[in-house]
């Protein structure tokens, strides 16, 4: 079914790097959402004033945010492929992850709003018989509820994954939270249809736990699309699929200090340092660094920039001091990585420079990394200065 209305509805629909091709997927989710929650909205809000249920009333407008949130979402698509403009000269597609976090605050309002209502009527309780027919029209909508929004969970879960869109994850949670709320509301209605009277509120007691779980659902939303906004790390197998690229071109030696700035869930700028030999041809090398960056940006849709490192390979002093560096910041901890290695030679004192990469749980601090190379490198003589720029992974190892 997912399939059929995808082919049916977009055209190149299996083309979902391209940005007209998302926004597509994405405005037939939010079209299809707002078309069931008003629909469910309509007949819950209609049975739930017949059945005097507070529950279903409550879904009722739980279905009604619903359907705002799609509208939503529907507006965030259209904004996020808006071309770059002056103001916005990377483009509009981070709207989308606003989109999803407009989505999460609604989610939790509901949710609150259904705490309140739900201990009001624990403390306030006052039975009131159902009428049976009015009962079982109430159960029968409810089911079919849960069966819409089960297949909402799944359509959008599933289009959210191939777009990489938070806005429709966090719709296809929402849509999930919807079935666990119906769910237990239907569970409800049965019980108080045949248990009657038992003393308390059945339907305030699920209430109360329906949108506790809503809330923590609603919290936990905000944090998957506020990630991305604040800046969030790569993925270590894309950034190793890219780097296993660019070593393919033979005037490469190494990569490193990759930093990757995602402007949207397609929108990438990246740079990297390439070592190349320091002896090589310089134009002959420009030209190959031009060749992998377009490349990158064909393949990918990876706005690339490359750092050239001259590498002398034929210093056999400096290879052996890279070997000590390297062998000395493995028995502090195998994850130390270094880079950039040079000695800047001078009459009186030469000046070891280079990079160290530190993961972030680490311990100690960078001045007594460098006093520990010192001894080393040293051995208690005034052998060389050490100069070290300390980085962070950028690359999510996880």
Known sequence: MINYLRKKFIKDYQNINNQNVREAHGKLAAILGIMCNLFLFLTKLVVGLLSKSLSIVADSINNLSDMGSSVVTLVGFHMANKPADKEHPFGHERMEYIAGLVVAIIIIFVGG????????????YEYVELNAYIA?????????????????????????????????EATSCDSRNDVIATSVILIGTLLILFLKDVGFSIDGILGVLVSLFIIFSGIKTIKETMDPLIGSSISKEYIEDIISNIKSNEVVLGVHDILCHMYGPTKCFMTAHVEVDAKGDIIKIHDAIDEIEQTIKDKYGVMLTIHMDPVVLDDDNLNRLKEVIGVALKQLDENLTFHDFRIVRKSSKSTLIFDIVIPYDFKLKPNEITQYLDKIVNDGEDKYNILINYDHQYINEE
């Not at 709003?113 to 306030?124: E, G, P, T, W």
């Not at 079982?136 to 849960?146: N, P, V």
């Open 113 to 124: 709003s259904l705490l309140f209502s739900s201990v009001d009527k624990i403390i306030n």
């Open 136 to 168: 079982w029209i109430s159960i029968g909508i409810l089911f079919l509820s849960i069966l819409i929004k089960t297949w909402q969970t799944m359509f959008n879960k599933k289009i959210g994954k191939l777009i990489d869109s938070v806005a429709l």
